[in-house]
């Protein structure tokens, strides 16, 4: 290969891997896991907050609730990353992260952790803008779509092992990636489009959902689904 090209990519390389700590330098994350454990919320959390420190943020990491008992504590974080697959969270605990992220806090997380959280607490789904309410097969292979934004540029379609979510979701939401389910399961289902990835304002907040990730490892063994999450991170925290 020509020298002048070797270069140039080592040098994309490089600026790309720049680019991406600017995206999080600085930035006050926190981590909050728990929940059930078949989810495998301490893993979720461990490989994000490995990433994290490796660009340059600032990450502080919670598997107790009681994170969210105080609002002027949430407020000194640009993101919040949530892996809690269902639980209870009290009406103050709720209060109190609904308006950190109406002030401007990010919101993000994957899969159960944050779509299927909090099963009683509709103001909660009303600000993450989905719900999980079945996964067709269990853990099957699928194909997920990427839909043409500026957040989904230079990834491509590809094909995961998950849980491919249907989840009932707010008509408002920005949808990055969908998967269309096929008639094994359910053959009412056949042809239907759902939401993999999406994104949304909450007040002044912005919430970044992906529905991947029943397994942590999926971020590790698919370079697809990693890029997405992390584009999501990315944006849930900027300014």
Request: charged share 20%.
């Amino acid at each position: 290969m020509n020298k002048f090209f070797i270069y140039l990519i080592i040098g994309l390389f490089f600026s790309q891997q720049l680019a991406q700590s600017q995206d999080f330098k600085d930035k006050n994350v926190l981590i909050v896991w728990g929940g059930w454990e078949g989810h495998n919320p301490k893993l979720f959390s461990e490989i994000f907050e490995n990433f994290l420190n490796k660009n340059l943020a600032n990450v502080t990491v919670s598997n107790n609730l009681e994170v969210y008992s105080n609002l002027n504590y949430l407020l000194n974080f640009d993101l919040i990353i949530q892996s809690v697959t269902q639980s209870e969270i009290s009406n103050e605990q709720e209060k109190n992260l609904l308006n950190a992220i109406k002030s401007g806090v990010g919101f993000a997380g994957a899969h159960g952790g944050i779509l299927d959280s909090f099963r009683k607490n509709t103001n909660y789904h009303f600000m993450t803008g989905g719900q999980w309410v079945e996964h067709p097969g269990g853990m099957i292979k699928f194909m997920v779509n990427i839909v043409d934004n500026e957040l989904t540029i230079g990834i491509d379609d590809f094909e995961i092992y998950s849980e491919q979510y249907y989840i009932h979701y707010d008509p408002e939401i920005d949808i990055l990636a969908t998967t269309t389910f096929n008639d094994k399961y359910y053959p009412w289902i056949k042809d239907v489009k759902m939401p993999v990835a999406y994104r949304k304002k909450f007040g002044k907040g912005k919430v970044f959902v992906i529905s991947i990730g029943h397994n942590p490892n999926e971020f590790i063994k698919s370079e697809g689904a990693l890029k997405l999450f992390k584009r999501g991170l990315a944006w849930a925290c900027s300014n």
